[in-house]
């Protein structure tokens, strides 16, 4: 079995990546977006970080986290964002209970793959490039011609402070739409 290692440096601003289980669309739903929306507030309350950075694509979630000068657990943080996720869509019974026994053994269902990613961001360009890679995901899986037409996704704050042009990576010469995450 593999060795996983994961850098923790406190105060880290960190590049995080987590897929639903099988790549299964259920971040699309507008009640299972609002339960995402819940379930991160409640862990920014318990264990506070910032939001650098934002999409939600139907299958997954990329975030660039600030954390607090002391604390380095973006695992912990990213662990109770599942967990509160699952909780909410079984109260909505939206998921199947049937799940392999291997993912019984480990305490999983079958809403979230088993781990995540995650990348320490190292400097400015670092982050300039995990910037660029959140705000044109959703293009490049084809999901929307331009990052400005992404409804989940932090592309517009970016905008409003002077980080992209309104027009960045767009095809479609469109005004922009207001987006969730400002």
Same mark, same amino acid.
């Given at each position: ?12 601003? =960190? ?45 997954? =979630? ?9 604390? /380095? ?9 599942? =967990? ?11 998921? /199947? ?36 890679? =959140? ?48």
């Amino acid at each position: 079995m593999p060795n996983y290692r994961r850098l923790y440096i406190p105060g880290s601003t =960190v590049f995080l990546t987590w897929v639903t289980h099988q790549r299964a669309p259920i971040l699309v739903q507008p009640h299972s977006l609002n339960i995402l929306r819940k379930a991160v507030s409640k862990a920014k309350k318990e264990a506070p970080f910032e939001i650098i950075a934002a999409a939600i694509l139907p299958d997954h =979630v990329h975030f660039v986290w600030q954390l607090p000068e002391q604390d /380095s657990n973006y695992s912990k943080r990213v662990s109770r964002i599942k =967990v509160l996720f699952t909780r909410g869509l079984r109260s909505k019974k939206t998921r /199947s209970v049937n799940v392999s026994q291997s993912r019984r053994k480990h305490r999983e269902s079958d809403v979230w793959q088993r781990r995540f990613w995650e990348r320490t961001i190292r400097d400015e360009k670092h982050l300039v490039n995990c910037l660029d890679y =959140v705000h044109y995901n959703p293009v490049k899986h084809g999901l929307v011609s331009c990052p400005h037409l992404c409804s989940y996704s932090s592309f517009q704050k970016w905008v409003d402070a002077g980080r992209y042009s309104h027009n960045w990576g767009c095809q479609c010469k469109q005004p922009m739409r207001s987006t969730e995450y400002r």
